[in-house]
């Protein structure tokens, strides 16, 4: 069974950065974040192959980075330059054999 474990959200003022992180159970070929703010659909935010190909969010591109740890089954999102418009519940999410995997999610708040 495929797992998603998130971590790294919490409060940050506008400008500020966090990392988040999302650890899995196995190896995963394509891996990425989503977020989702109250009242709005959930979008995808980055997401990376396991061969390093990345895509972004064009509201994200140039302040975001996804990246990941192969050994450890770790991918991260750097995140510089929050705006509130960030704030959001992130979703980690895993395509595997298929199937859409999903973590819980982690919030991120931005505020001053």
């Known amino acids: 069974q495929v797992q998603l474990v998130e971590s790294g959200g919490g409060l940050v003022m506008p400008g500020g950065s966090l990392r988040l992180s999302c650890a899995t159970s196995i190896s995963i070929y394509t891996m990425g974040w989503y977020r989702q703010a109250p009242g709005k659909q959930r979008e995808l935010v980055a997401r990376m192959t396991g061969d390093g190909r990345t895509e972004y969010a064009d509201s994200v591109k140039g302040r975001f980075t996804i990246s990941r740890d192969n050994a450890k089954n770790t991918i991260y999102l750097e995140m510089n330059g929050l705006k509130p418009e960030d704030a959001a519940e992130y979703y980690c999410?895993?395509?595997?054999?298929?199937?859409?995997?999903w973590g819980k999610g982690t919030l991120v708040t931005v505020s001053s």
């Open positions: 999410h895993a395509k595997f054999y298929g199937m859409d995997y």
